[in-house]
């Protein structure tokens, strides 16, 4: 268990919708990073956030958003979904701005868009 | 995009055995870090090596990093049934946060 929580596990939805996926760093981790895998696409990186601000970017949609609150937890929201944004999407956390340590992953949410 | 490739991309072993992986990048890099995981679960950390290191060790666990080459390994020596799982690179930058790239990841399986 890497301390890491994520939630919901699984998410079913239909083209067109909207969801919330949402992340729990763990105790004391003040970066949230958000990354999408797929069988295409493998592991991308897809943004950070470092104390409630966003610290880098990488090949995030404009439909996708994400938002770090005040207690740490972070927010990924996926609009206007397609097919293609079936996928597994996993949040990771550590302690500083930049990787000294490694990552933290959670366990993902599986989202599937039909 | 990616940055890393792996090689091989599967690779299948029998217990005891040293399992050898390598990981080839594109462009300068802070550290490289290198993660496995099981099944469609989350990532696990297993080592990072910075770019001005050459070799580190964890257990039995064994990474290079030839800056040069822009390559590196990992090598898992007496390999276990459950060393089974797809192990991945990934590269920090500099002056990008924390952003990780990631390769393709090589599926190891042990077989006992």
């Known amino acids: 268990d890497s301390g890491v929580t994520q939630t919901p596990k699984h998410l079913i939805t239909a083209t067109g919708q909207r969801v919330t996926l949402r992340c729990s760093p763990r105790?004391?981790?003040?970066?949230v990073y958000w990354y999408q895998q797929s069988l295409d696409q493998g592991l991308q990186f897809l943004i950070q956030y470092y104390n409630g601000e966003e610290r880098a970017k990488g090949n995030i949609l404009e439909r996708f958003s994400a938002q770090q609150f005040p207690d740490l937890h972070s927010e990924l929201n996926l609009s206007s979904l397609e097919l293609g944004d079936s996928a597994l999407y996993f949040c990771a956390s550590s302690a500083e701005e930049w990787n000294i340590v490694g990552q933290f992953f959670g366990p993902g949410t599986r989202l599937t868009v039909l | 995009s990616q940055q890393g490739e792996e090689d091989p991309q599967a690779l299948s072993i029998q217990e005891g055995e040293n399992a050898t992986m390598n990981c080839s990048y594109k462009t300068s890099i802070n550290n490289l870090q290198w993660y496995r995981q099981n099944s469609g679960r989350g990532l696990v950390h297993l080592i990072l090596?910075?770019?001005?290191?050459r070799e580190k060790h964890s257990g039995r666990l064994r990474v290079t990093l030839d800056t040069s080459k822009k390559s590196s390994s990992l090598l898992i020596t007496a390999s276990r049934a459950a060393d089974t799982a797809s192990y991945f690179c990934a590269t920090g930058l500099y002056n990008q946060g924390g952003k990780l790239i990631f390769g393709q990841g090589t599926e190891l399986s042990v077989k006992p």
């Open positions: 090596i910075r770019s001005n290191e």
């Open positions: 105790s004391g981790d003040l970066s």
